[in-house]
C-alpha cells in the first residue's frame, strides 16, 4: 500500500514558521525546499511513465501489417508493440528442402491468403509447390519462422496455429497422402480418421491410408492439424510431397495454409 506523503513531508509553510538555525537565512531555507520539490515529483511521476510500456501482449497475425517480398520471404510486423517505439516481427524464410522432385512455387509460395480453407477464411500464410517430376522423393521447403523485438530474438509463450488441408493421393510408399508437414517443435491435433502422424521427419502428418478422400474440400476442417507449442522463438516446419502415386500426365500445385498465429509476447525490458 502506498502511503500518503503529506503526512511525512514538511510544508513550506512550517518549515518557513520554524526559526532556521544560526547562520542560516530564512531565503536559505526557501531555496533548499525549492529545490527538493522537484526531486520528489520526479520520484513520483516515474512508475506513471513506466506504466505506459506494457509488459506482455497476446497477438495474433490477423492484427499484424504483412509484407511478402518474395516467395521465400515475407514479415508479420506489430508496430510499437509494447509502447516503447519497437517493432514486433515474425519473420518467415523458406529454402527448398530434400530433393528436386518438387519445387517452390514462385506465384503463390508465401501468399497470405483469406479464402476459404481448411473450414475457416483467415488470413493464412500459403505454402505452395509445383510438381516436377512423379518421384517417391521427398521434395518441397523448409519454412524458419523466428520472432525478434527490434530485430533482437524473442521468445513467445503459449503459440498456436493451424496447418490447413493437408491431404493428396496415397504415394506408393503406403504411408499415406502426398502432402506431409512435420515441424522443429510443437504438438498437433487431429481428425485421426483423415490425418496421421507426430509431425516428425520420419513420421510426418500426413492423410491416412484409408482416409475417406484423397482431397479435402475447402470447408472441411478434416485435414487440419492444430498445433501448440508452449515457448518458442524459433522454428521450422517442412513441407513435402511425394507424387508417385499420380498418373505420368497428372503433376499438380500442392499447397497447404498456416495460420493464423495467436502467441503472447514478452517485453524483455519488465523482465531484465
Given at each position: 500500500m502506498t502511503s500518503n506523503p503529506t503526512s511525512h513531508r514538511l510544508t513550506?509553510?512550517?518549515a518557513l514558521t520554524d526559526a532556521p538555525p544560526a547562520g542560516v537565512s530564512r531565503r536559505t531555507v526557501t531555496q533548499g525546499l525549492a529545490w527538493s520539490i522537484p526531486v520528489f515529483a520526479t520520484a513520483a511521476a516515474a512508475p506513471f511513465a513506466s506504466a505506459s510500456v506494457t509488459?506482455?501482449?497476446?497477438?495474433?497475425?490477423?492484427?499484424?501489417?504483412?509484407?511478402?517480398?518474395?516467395?521465400?520471404?515475407?514479415?508479420?510486423?506489430?508496430?510499437?508493440?509494447?509502447?516503447?517505439?519497437k517493432?514486433?516481427?515474425?519473420?518467415?524464410?523458406?529454402?527448398?528442402n530434400g530433393a528436386a522432385n518438387m519445387t517452390i512455387n514462385t506465384a503463390n509460395n508465401f501468399l497470405l491468403d483469406s479464402a476459404t480453407a481448411g473450414g475457416e477464411a483467415?488470413?493464412?500464410?500459403?505454402?505452395?509447390?509445383?510438381?516436377?517430376?512423379?518421384?517417391?522423393?521427398?521434395?518441397?521447403?523448409?519454412?524458419?519462422?523466428?520472432?525478434?523485438?527490434?530485430?533482437?530474438?524473442?521468445?513467445?509463450?503459449?503459440?498456436?496455429?493451424?496447418?490447413?488441408?493437408?491431404?493428396?493421393?496415397?504415394?506408393?510408399?503406403?504411408?499415406?497422402?502426398?502432402?506431409?508437414?512435420y515441424v522443429s517443435s510443437g504438438t498437433g491435433t487431429?481428425?485421426?480418421?483423415w490425418v496421421v502422424g507426430q509431425g516428425l521427419s520420419n513420421n510426418a502428418?500426413?492423410?491416412?491410408?484409408?482416409?475417406?478422400?484423397?482431397?479435402?474440400?475447402?470447408?472441411s476442417g478434416a485435414g487440419n492439424v492444430a498445433v501448440t507449442n508452449p515457448f518458442?522463438?524459433?522454428?521450422?516446419?517442412?513441407?513435402?510431397?511425394?507424387?508417385?502415386?499420380?498418373?505420368?500426365?497428372?503433376?499438380?500445385?500442392?499447397?497447404?495454409?498456416?495460420?493464423?498465429?495467436?502467441?503472447?509476447?514478452i517485453n524483455p525490458s519488465c523482465t531484465a
Open positions: 513550506t509553510d512550517d509488459c506482455t501482449e497476446t497477438i495474433s497475425t490477423s492484427t499484424a501489417t504483412y509484407t511478402r517480398t518474395s516467395a521465400t520471404s515475407a514479415v508479420f510486423t506489430w508496430t510499437d508493440l509494447f509502447g516503447d517505439g517493432d514486433f516481427t515474425l519473420t518467415l524464410s523458406a529454402v527448398p483467415l488470413p493464412s500464410v500459403r505454402l505452395s509447390l509445383d510438381t516436377q517430376n512423379l518421384n517417391n522423393a521427398g521434395g518441397g521447403e523448409r519454412v524458419t519462422f523466428a520472432f525478434a523485438l527490434d530485430g533482437v530474438p524473442s521468445v513467445v509463450d503459449d503459440l498456436t496455429y493451424k496447418i490447413k488441408d493437408i491431404d493428396g493421393v496415397q504415394a506408393i510408399d503406403g504411408l499415406g497422402g502426398a502432402e506431409r508437414v487431429y481428425n485421426s480418421t502428418w500426413r492423410a491416412a491410408t484409408g482416409a475417406p478422400n484423397p482431397e479435402v474440400i475447402p470447408t518458442t522463438s524459433e522454428f521450422d516446419l517442412t513441407f513435402v510431397a511425394n507424387n508417385s502415386g499420380r498418373a505420368p500426365a497428372d503433376r499438380p500445385n500442392q499447397n497447404i495454409w498456416i495460420g493464423p498465429f495467436t502467441f503472447t509476447a
